[in-house]
């Protein structure tokens, strides 16, 4: 038993998802990665007894693309809701709020989730209750709210949203939690009658363990490659791409053999690549771009540096982001991409450290049919082509394999690729974007990095500058933070105390905007008040704080440290805006009533 925990203690530390399931297809150990990206659990929110739809129920449903991630939702199941399903067809994005089994029409809204409206949003009003269904496609959030309640819901890829109510009292009975197709609560199944368990944070935790791996994960690709496995036909499979419960993941499977050299189980390896795939196959229009929308902050350092990088946006001149790990060079390409001439065509992600270098090759360039064992039979085109006539973000750029350094400079030189296994060069036209982490001169000055290649890269360079060095964006960037901790841990937390700001402004942050990202997730995942407090953060960073040097050995008060900060900010903001009032509030994210309360409290007049 003592040996059993330990290796399930090992197995929580690993920052993959690990499943072991045994030759019948039990689960034997369901590590704690894999509970964070399946969610079989379903604790989230104000919580709700299990049960199951009843005729004259209130339905609010909220659907990114019918067929999707929704149990295979069809147009002509919305008639059960008082749905005309005329107009409808798979792949439509769709609001409506309707009686269960009733004869009364919905009030509903739809369009194609290619294109129309980005934000989808009814109302309605039922036993004299203010009811709402929203889709904001461009922020991903699905909103329902029924009087007083509001439930939200985040997604990724597809997903679909609903809320149940009964008449009586307009009491809920059902909300949609991360982690439902997991659970088999999908729209088509609810719809259609199928109990739902009960949520909240006095429902247990499910028992994993001990239960068909089907229980939680549909066949799909990965799980498929599970009966080879143990069967015996198959040695291992590495790498497999797919989406599993609506999201996207790089799956590994391998056997477990016993002493008798029989496979006696598998251990299944499991990677979150969401965000790097919809980095990679992302198409954006015009209306969808964001530019720089995204970079936070008011301070000098970034500020200037925005401006430098919109005016590189409008040429195609190859970039180079140099920075910190954690400063946002994702961010900085992505505006780039949206705001230069380019931005109707594909922005592709490749992160050089994360692929095999023996992989690369065919990852980049593609490769031909049977260009090597284990090759697609179609073949495949390759990142560069795929960013044919838009960007390519090459991020740890200075992890590309030495030899193929020489073949990404002959693509910077000549504008052709040569897929693995083909005889002739395929033309591409591609602007590149590369990031680094190191001093990439002294990378060259030591041999790891090709003094021609980087010149090609570095044709116009821009730095990132650290947290450290914009210190006054610290509190923008922290309530921006936690209003998306919010939402993902259904929390309610609105500030930071006095004493956890200036423990922020004093901190170095080696881990930047990433760091202080995660500091808040932790710090909001095990709070319960309204506002982050210094019990909260974690103890090295405190100690950190304490034990600084020189001027720190006779700090100021704190109040006063916040109060010299806020005055700063406001001052800044107003002279940006020009005095607009209105815009000042939104660059420092506070609501009117707290703003103008600062302004009298620090004197502050408005200089037109």
């Known amino acids: 038993m003592r040996l059993a925990e330990s290796i399930l203690k090992v197995m929580d530390l690993i920052d993959q998802g690990v499943i072991v399931v045994d030759r019948e297809k039990i689960i034997t150990l369901y590590n704690n990665k894999a509970k964070e990206i399946f969610n079989p659990a379903s604790r989230l929110g104000p919580g709700h007894p299990a049960g199951q739809i009843a005729p004259g129920d209130l339905v609010a449903l909220v659907d990114t693309e019918l067929g999707g991630d929704d149990g295979d939702l069809a147009p002509g199941d919305l008639r059960l809701i008082g749905v005309d399903p005329a107009a409808l067809q798979k792949g439509h994005a769709l609001v409506a709020i309707g009686t269960y089994g009733g004869n009364d029409p919905a ?74 197709t997991a659970r088999g609560e999908a729209l088509r199944d609810i719809l259609y009658g199928k109990r739902y368990a009960a949520k909240g944070t006095d429902v247990p935790e499910p028992m994993l363990t001990g239960r068909p791996i089907t229980d939680f994960h549909p066949p799909s690709v990965g799980f498929q490659q599970l009966d080879e496995i143990l069967s015996g036909k198959c040695d291992g499979v590495v790498g497999i791409e797919s989406q599993i419960n609506g999201i996207y993941v790089r799956c590994s499977l391998f056997p477990l053999t016993a002493l008798t050299g029989k496979v006696s189980g ?44 919109q005016r590189v946006a409008r040429a195609n001149s190859t970039v180079l982001l140099l920075g910190e790990s954690g400063t946002g060079k994702g961010l900085f390409a992505r505006g780039i991409h949206d705001a230069g001439p380019r931005r109707d065509k594909p922005f592709i992600y490749v992160n050089a450290a994360a692929i095999p270098p023996m992989l690369m090759e065919s990852e980049l360039f593609g490769y031909q049919e049977g260009a090597f064992t284990g090759a697609v039979k179609s073949g ?16 740890e750029i200075e992890d590309l394999d030495i030899a193929l350094q020489v073949k990404l400079l002959g693509v910077l030189q000549d504008h052709c690729v040569q897929p693995v296994g083909a005889g002739a060069a395929v033309p591409v036209d591609v602007r590149v974007i590369a990031a ?36 006054g964006d610290i509190y923008a960037l922290a309530i921006h933070i936690l209003s998306r901790l919010n939402q993902k841990l259904g929390k309610n ?77 406001l001052a800044e903001a107003i002279r940006l805006t020009g005095g607009n009032m209105t815009q000042a509030m939104e660059l420092l994210q506070i609501g009117r009533t707290a703003f103008y309360e600062k302004m009298k409290k620090y004197k502050l007049h408005i200089v037109r």
């Not at 036993?127 to 007083?148: D, E, F, Q, T």
């Not at 690549?273 to 000098?300: P, R």
């Not at 407090?533 to 008060?557: C, F, H, I, K």
Request: glycine letters at 6%; proline letters at 5%; aromatic letters at 8%.
């Open 493 to 569: 937390i609105r500030d930071l105390t006095p004493e956890v700001y200036g423990v922020f402004t004093l901190y170095d942050w080696p881990g930047n905007v990433r760091e202080l990202e995660n500091v808040l997730e932790r710090a909001a995942a095990i709070t319960d008040g309204s506002s982050i407090t210094v019990n909260e953060l974690p103890a090295q960073m405190r100690t950190a704080v304490a034990s600084l040097p020189g001027e720190y050995d006779r700090p100021q008060p704190l109040k006063n440290v916040v109060e010299k900060a806020e005055k700063l900010a």
């Open 107 to 180: 009030v509903w809204q739809h369009n194609e989730r290619t294109g129309g409206d980005r934000v989808l949003e009814i109302s309605s009003n039922w036993s004299g209750y203010p009811v709402k269904a929203s889709l904001n496609r461009v922020a991903k959030i699905m909103s329902i709210s029924v009087g007083k309640n509001e439930y939200v819901l985040r997604y990724r890829i597809s997903a679909g949203h609903m809320v149940i109510a009964e008449p009586a009292a307009l009491r809920i009975k059902f909300y949609q939690a991360p982690g439902y």
């Open 266 to 309: 598998a251990v299944l390896l499991f990677r979150d690549i969401t965000e790097i795939k919809q980095l990679e196959n992302c198409v954006i229009d015009s209306g969808a771009a964001q530019g720089f929308s995204a970079i936070m902050g008011t301070s000098t350092a970034i500020r200037e540096t925005v401006k430098l990088a």
């Open 380 to 395: 495949r085109p390759g990142k560069f082509r795929l960013a044919d006539g838009g960007t390519i973000f090459l991020d």
């Open 436 to 471: 680094t982490n190191r001093d990439l001169a002294e990378e060259v000055r030591q041999g790891r990095f090709r003094r021609d290649l980087y010149y090609r890269l570095n044709v116009i360079e821009l730095t990132i500058p650290p947290l450290r060095e914009r210190k």
